[in-house]
């Protein structure tokens, strides 16, 4: 029995996200620029994306572009860049062909006016499809998430539409980029580190952590389904006691 068939569909995750980690890691150990490690990461996002829909995962979130990676040498943002734009445009049959909803969450203003253009394009052409919801999270960071929707807080309360009174964890949630999307119940990351690196720490808070020595552009179907099938192994007790 291969591993996908050992998974039970009546324990699935609504929600996965992923650090893919180990693009650069993965190019040095080949001899190769990082630029090349990122095109052939480009696999392992489509296996991955194909695996979660396949598996009936509903939100598969992709931590694709940080805050900090605006920091790295502008070659190598440039040629980011470059790929996303080229992903977009050649993945929209596939998106298409799996039904899958295409979202991002971040700072998108700041994108180049192609890239923006592109992902706005690709969101509005799979709106209307019912299947997955395949989230890239775009020069995207926890900490600026967090300020950024204390400062939508502030403004209302100072606008006198909304009572500071009535802040709570539920409202608080409401003006994140995540307001309309489940919390993660797994988090993935891969290329054997452990931590988290900024992403999602507000909606992390009791989410299952699985974490995999495998570079980034190896990542394939059967890492994703064991990921799965590791998950469905753990008791969650969301701070209760156990049952």
């Known amino acids: 029995m291969d591993l996908r068939e050992q998974i039970d569909k009546e324990k699935l995750p609504v929600h996965v996200a992923v650090i893919m980690d180990g693009n650069g890691r993965w190019a040095r150990q080949q001899g190769k620029s990082r630029v090349a490690g990122h095109q052939h990461g480009v696999t392992?996002?489509?296996?991955?994306?194909?695996?979660?829909?396949?598996?009936?995962?509903?939100?598969?979130?992709?931590?694709a572009f940080s805050t900090e990676n605006w920091q790295r040498?502008?070659?190598?943002?440039?040629?980011?860049?470059?790929?996303?734009?080229n992903t977009l445009e050649s993945e929209i049959e596939t998106l298409m062909?799996?039904?899958?909803?295409?979202?991002?969450?971040?700072?998108?203003?700041?994108?180049?006016?192609?890239?923006?253009?592109?992902?706005?394009?690709?969101?509005?052409k799979t709106s209307a499809n019912t299947g997955m919801n395949l989230v890239l999270a775009l020069s995207y960071s926890a900490r600026w998430e967090i300020?950024?929707?204390?400062?939508?807080?502030?403004?209302?309360?100072?606008?006198?539409?909304?009572?500071?009174?009535?802040?709570?964890?539920?409202?608080f949630s409401d003006y994140l980029q995540t307001r309309d999307i489940p919390d993660p119940d797994l988090l993935i990351r891969t290329s054997g580190e452990y931590r988290?690196?900024?992403?999602?720490?507000?909606?992390i808070a009791y989410t299952e952590l699985y974490f995999t020595p495998k570079l980034w552009p190896d990542i394939?179907?059967?890492?994703?389904f064991q990921a799965i099938l590791d998950y469905q192994h753990r008791e969650r007790r969301f701070g209760r006691v156990s049952e």
Request: hydrophobic share 45%; proline share 3%.
């Open 44 to 63: 392992a996002v489509r296996e991955v994306t194909e695996a979660a829909a396949e598996t009936g995962i509903r939100f598969l979130t992709l931590f």
């Open 73 to 85: 040498p502008q070659e190598e943002v440039n040629a980011l860049m470059t790929l996303l734009v």
């Open 97 to 124: 062909k799996n039904n899958i909803v295409l979202r991002a969450i971040g700072n998108l203003e700041v994108l180049p006016e192609e890239v923006r253009e592109n992902l706005l394009k690709t969101m509005g």
């Open 147 to 171: 300020a950024h929707a204390a400062g939508q807080i502030a403004h209302d309360v100072k606008e006198e539409k909304l009572d500071p009174g009535k802040i709570n964890e539920k409202l």
């Open 196 to 203: 988290i690196s900024n992403f999602l720490l507000w909606q």
């Open 220 to 224: 394939r179907k059967e890492d994703f």
